[in-house]
């Protein structure tokens, strides 16, 4: 896998760390995953972090995109409720990519903002941009 997570419920958040290669097939896995499983609390918020990813799987475009978005945008919206999304990246396809989804989240009232900055993302989940999130990876 491309990706791992870890599962803070003392911050109420989901902090997912991709690596370089990030392929549709684990993008689609982790669009679910992280739902499914059982440290998950309805309603907590999700730092995304692709600042590692520098080779995007190049059938990354609007309609994968849109695909992994209609995948979440039943069921899964009604988990992440009111929660923020953040998610942030250092290169400017990456960042391309995820205003995509953004935009695609907006119009069902999800609030999710890409940044292209790690402390500007912290704060607006509140957090301290210096806290080492992957400490807990295993609590349930």
Do not use: K
Not at 6 to 17: A, G, H
Not at 76 to 99: T, W
Request: negative net charge.
């Amino acid at each position: 896998m491309s990706y791992e997570q870890t599962f803070r419920p003392d911050l109420n958040l989901v902090y997912t760390r991709f690596g370089p290669r990030l392929s549709l097939e684990d993008a689609r896995q982790c669009a679910v995953d992280t739902f499914r499983d059982v440290r998950y609390r309805a309603g907590m918020s999700e730092l995304m972090d692709f600042r590692g990813l520098t080779q995007p799987d190049i059938r990354f475009n609007f309609e994968t995109i849109h695909e992994i978005w209609e995948t979440q945008a039943t069921w899964i919206r009604e988990l992440r409720r009111q929660a923020e999304v953040v998610m942030v990246a250092r290169s400017d396809l990456v960042f391309g990519l995820l205003r995509i989804y953004a935009s695609l989240a907006a119009e069902d009232g999800v609030r999710v903002t890409p940044c292209r900055d790690w402390n500007a993302a912290c704060r607006l989940l509140a957090l301290d941009p210096g806290l080492q999130l992957r400490e807990r990876t295993a609590e349930a």
